[in-house]
Nanobody, 121 residues
Framework: VQLAESGGGWLQAGGSLRLSCEASGSISSINAMGWYRQAPGQERDVVAAISSGLSSGGETYYADSVKGRFTISRDNAKNTLYLQMNSLKPEDTAMYYC????????????WGQGTLVTVSS
């Protein structure tokens, strides 16, 4: 599975941004996808995840820090995962990574290269 993120950028606090992640390759084996982020000097943490692949519905998970502000979704026809980010804060500044894998696995099968989001105050 190959993942390609896009949509990062610079914006002021309070703004919105939508990240995209296009999946290709052996995506039929994937039943979970998500977004992680890593701020400078910090560990990489999960932001949101959806528990089904691109061909069926599923449950979502959000980190407490983004609940009510971020929404994870997907477009099955385009094999694309999205992260809609609203009411952005400076602490949301990070490199955002798309991930894909299987529910219950010890690790994700694939990581994207990342897209940088910078939020200024």
């Amino acid at each position: 599975v190959q993942l390609a993120e896009s949509g990062g950028g610079w914006l002021q606090a309070g703004g919105s941004l939508r990240l995209s992640c296009e999946a290709s390759g052996s995506i039929s084996s994937i039943n979970a996808m998500g977004w992680y982020r890593q701020a400078p000097g910090q560990e990489r943490d999960v932001v949101a995840a959806i528990s089904s692949g691109l061909s069926s519905g599923g449950e979502t998970y959000y980190a407490d820090s983004v609940k009510g502000r971020f929404t994870i979704s997907r477009d099955n026809a385009k094999n694309t995962l999205y992260l809609q980010m609203n009411s952005l804060k400076p602490e949301d500044t990070a490199m955002y990574y798309c991930v894909a894998g299987r529910v219950g696995a010890d690790s994700w099968d694939a990581w994207g290269q990342g897209t940088l989001v910078t939020v200024s105050s």
